[in-house]
């Protein structure tokens, strides 16, 4: 499994034909401009199944395969109600209780195993030790994410991880 996240960059390598997930993520972006942007993405019939970044309502309007929650947001328990079968739910998780607390997601994003490579985080790296520990300790498959590349990233599955999350690693 791998996720990638397109931005404005529609274009970009991002777009491996071994991504399965593809999450747009566009805080700027009104509901309407986010819409049709998830919209043109969706007719461009990319090579994975596309997630909107923390925006149910969009995910919902547009026809999107899912959405990615905030670990501080609404609960993925809540959002399985409102949503149609095969509707996929990711949760951003960093630490033992958000990955408790992700009940109702199909994956839940674990970050940063690394020092991100795209952004700067205030939070300290998990590191593959806690990576293995809450692989173990979680109910729901869990996505390693975070300063992931081509050199650490098998290491990620080895330490339980059913898949990686980058963006840095796709671009």
């Not at 408790?100 to 300290?124: H, M, N, Q, T, W």
């Not at 975070?146 to 898949?163: F, K, Q, T």
């Amino acid at each position: 499994m791998i996720r990638c996240q397109i931005t404005n960059g529609m274009g970009s390598s991002c777009l491996s034909p071994h991504a399965e997930l593809i999450q747009i993520r566009e805080p700027q972006f009104t509901a309407k401009a986010l819409a049709v942007y998830v919209r043109q993405a969706l007719a461009l019939q990319l090579p994975g199944r596309i997630l909107v970044n923390d925006r149910l309502d969009v995910a919902l309007a547009t026809g999107a395969a899912g959405v990615h929650l905030k670990s501080n947001g609404v609960s993925a328990k809540l959002v399985r109600q409102l949503v149609p079968n095969g509707f996929l739910i990711t949760v951003a998780c960093h630490n033992l209780d958000d990955v408790l607390a992700a009940e109702g997601a199909d994956y839940v994003l674990l970050s940063p195993i690394f020092s991100p490579l795209s952004k700067v985080d205030s939070r300290s790296p998990l590191g593959l030790a806690e990576l293995r520990k809450l692989a173990r300790l979680s109910p729901i498959p869990v996505l390693a994410l975070g300063g992931i590349n081509e050199a650490n990233a098998a290491s990620c599955i080895e330490a339980g991880a059913v898949g990686v999350a980058g963006i840095s690693l796709f671009s």
